[in-house]
Structures are given as C-alpha cells and as structure tokens.
C-alpha cells in the first residue's frame, strides 16, 4: 500500500506545498485514470514426492504391555522402512497412543461394556521421491506389520520455479488486459502501480483452458511415471499465483 501511495503521487510532485495538500479535482483523475485487473495463473505438473502414514497396533491386558509390545512392532517396520531405502531424515514419529480396550455389548436391552485390556498405536510419516515404487512401497509396509495405512499424498519438492513461471505469464496477461483497457479507453499505455499476490496449490489433474495460459506458448508437462500395476495415480499438482495488478493510464 505504501508503495502505491509513493508511486501515485508522482503527478504532484511539480506542485507547491499548498497545492499537493488540495484534493484531485474529477478532470485531474480523468487525465490519468487507475485500471485494476485481476489474474489467476495456474499450471500444473506430475507430482515428485509422496507421503505415506503408516501405524502398527498391538493390545494386551496392561498398557505397558501393549505399548513394550508395540514398540517391538514398530521397531521391525522402522527396519522394513530403511531397508527400501527410505532416509531417516524423510521418516517421522507422528503420534504414539495408549488407550483402554473395551467391547460394546446390549445384553437384556442394556448397553453395557466389557473391559478387554489396552490398545498401543504408533503412526510413522514416510516420504518418498520415488513415485514409481509407491506399489512395492505399500506392500513393504504391509509386510512389516503395518495395520492402518493411509496416503498417498502427493506433493511438488519445490514449487517455487512453477510459481515464478505463472508470476510472469499472469504478469503479461495483466499488462495485455490494461493496455487494451486503456486504448478502449483512449490512453497509449499504462504505468504498473501495485502487485498484490496471492497463491494457490492443489493436487489434482485440472485441465488448463486457453483462457489461463492467454497467448504466451504452452509448454506441456511430462507426462507421469506408469505406476506398477496401475494401482496408483499419481495425476499432476496445480499451482499458481493469484494477482490484482494496478495500472495508471497515460497518453
């Protein structure tokens, strides 16, 4: 906003003191109107890192049983872990849980519960950069005692030079759309006053319109990795900037 100001002022500047306090008469903003616009930019690409949750869950009539026997579980998926080459610096402990075990029964038309002992769970996050061994993966965890599974969840490592791509189209696009505002309008250009951005950034397969892209060439994302046996769609990560640009006309 302070940048806006600064750069808006600048038709005073020539001005005595006394004058710059007066405020802009109409004929004076119509000389050099403001355009605003508003460009939303996305492009997409095959995701190259997935993150997988994966639990161990052991029981036994007290919690320090459960929870001694669980760590043993854990222990060995820990192990099947690093022995399909994943780093210890892309697995992390994300919850550890004890908890009373009880069976839910009605008996006589009365709910009561039956005490069975306690429940340990250990939940790891896994990350990988091997999209196409996500299959084999899965099944590595399976193998090792893994009873509760969740992901993947796909991610882009570092979107910055995607975003930095859609910055400059969405800044084109915006500097297109004022300079014709500003001949319909008259004008013979226009004076870039403020950026204002926002991003967004969602894993999905979107198909980008001709409209997203305007008239700058498209290049075409690689396509993905077939995955294994076809269980696993990795599909492509949207992402993108959204900016209000602010324009001055001028003749």
């Not at 903003?29 to 508003?38: E, G, I, N, Y």
């Not at 949750?53 to 060995?76: H, I, Q, Y």
Request: aromatic share 4%.
């Amino acid at each position: 906003m302070l940048r806006y100001v600064a750069l808006a002022c600048l038709g005073f500047a020539g001005l005595p003191a006394a004058a710059q306090s007066l405020p802009a008469t109409l004929d004076q903003l119509a000389a050099t109107p403001v355009v605003t616009v508003h460009i939303s930019e996305q492009l997409r690409r095959p995701p190259d890192e997935a993150t997988i949750r994966a639990g161990t869950e052991s029981r036994a009539p007290t919690a320090t049983a459960a929870l001694a026997a669980n760590k043993v579980k854990t222990e060995e998926l820990l192990a099947a872990i690093r022995g399909a080459g994943i780093g210890a610096k892309d697995v992390q402990t994300e919850g550890v849980s004890v908890n009373a075990d009880y069976t839910y029964e009605t008996i006589n038309g009365r709910g009561t519960r039956r005490f069975n002992g306690y429940v340990a769970r250990n939940t790891v996050r896994i990350k990988t950069r091997e999209i196409e061994r996500l299959s084999n993966l899965l099944d590595t965890l399976t193998a090792a005692g893994a009873t509760d599974i969740n992901g993947p969840e796909f991610s882009i490592a570092d979107p910055a030079p995607l975003r930095a791509d859609a910055r400059r189209r969405a800044m084109a696009r915006g500097q297109a759309e004022a300079t014709e505002y500003a001949r319909n309008a008259g004008f013979a250009r226009v004076q870039l006053l403020s950026v204002e951005e926002g991003i967004s950034y969602r894993a999905s397969d979107i198909v980008v319109t001709g409209s997203r892209v305007s008239n700058l060439p498209a290049v075409p994302p690689p396509a993905p990795p077939p995955p294994p046996g076809g269980s696993i769609e990795p599909g492509q990560i949207e992402t993108g900037v959204a900016l209000t640009l602010q324009y001055r006309m001028e003749r």
